[in-house]
């Protein structure tokens, strides 16, 4: 089974500190692994994914396949990053996402 | 550009009834066609896709139902709801080159 924990549903920091939104799978294969993002009033859109290996927005995320973990950082969080954000699995055309975390920046 | 549609935005709609929420995608040709439904505290949950025109797949068991009658059509429906297919439902597509995907703005549906 194919599955997606993101432990945190919500998190706060203040603007300027690191942030880091864990995200767990569990995937037998090879995982192809997203993070999404839902602004207020927005839709859900892409931030990243694994295999384009970028950086949207300052926000990195690399695959830890020994700890299967595709965990979101940013060094320097700014208060337009509050929102939630979702990870994702895919397999062929099914996708999987976590439960969310909603993420506030403190002024 | 490719645009993705949704409508209605909300809806309240009694136990019983039926229902049917459209989606339609512009700008783009074949799209994987999927519909989600996002409640508090569990995400989203991948409902149905589609990989085209009358190809259903659906994920889970479930009240609900789902039609693809035209390439850029996905039809999310129902005979009878229950209170519990209250939430907020979404419509995305892909394409197969990137996977990544679009999502539409959604519908708010209340069963009371």
């Known amino acids: 089974a194919q599955r997606v924990t993101q432990p945190e549903k919500l998190l706060s920091v203040f603007k300027g500190a690191p942030v880091e939104l864990k995200c767990n799978y569990s995937?037998?294969?090879?995982?192809?692994l997203f993070w999404y993002v839902q602004y207020s009033r927005q839709r859900l859109q892409l931030l990243l994914r694994h295999i384009s290996r970028e950086s949207i927005k300052g926000f990195t995320a690399d695959l830890n396949k020994g700890e299967t973990s595709f965990h979101l950082k940013k060094p320097f969080a700014q208060e337009e990053d509050s929102a939630m954000y979702y990870c994702?699995?895919?397999?062929?055309?099914?996708?999987?996402f976590g439960t969310g975390t909603s993420l506030t920046v403190i002024p | 550009s490719q645009t993705i549609h949704q409508w209605p935005a909300t809806l309240v709609q009694p136990v019983g009834s039926p229902l049917s929420l459209e989606c339609t995608v512009e700008g783009t040709s074949n799209p994987n066609l999927y519909w989600y439904r996002q409640a508090a505290g569990r995400g989203l949950q991948l409902l149905f896709y589609s990989v085209g025109i009358g190809q259903i797949s659906s994920e889970v068991p479930q009240n609900l139902s789902a039609s693809r009658p035209q390439d850029r059509q996905f039809i999310l429906s129902s005979k009878k709801l229950l209170l519990s297919d209250s939430g907020f439902y979404l419509c995305?597509?892909?394409?197969?080159?990137?996977?990544?995907?679009?999502f539409g703005p959604g519908t708010r549906l209340t069963v009371l």
């Open positions: 995937y037998s294969g090879s995982p192809e």
């Open positions: 995305a597509w892909s394409v197969e080159e990137t996977m990544v995907q679009f």
């Open positions: 994702a699995l895919r397999t062929g055309n099914q996708f999987y």
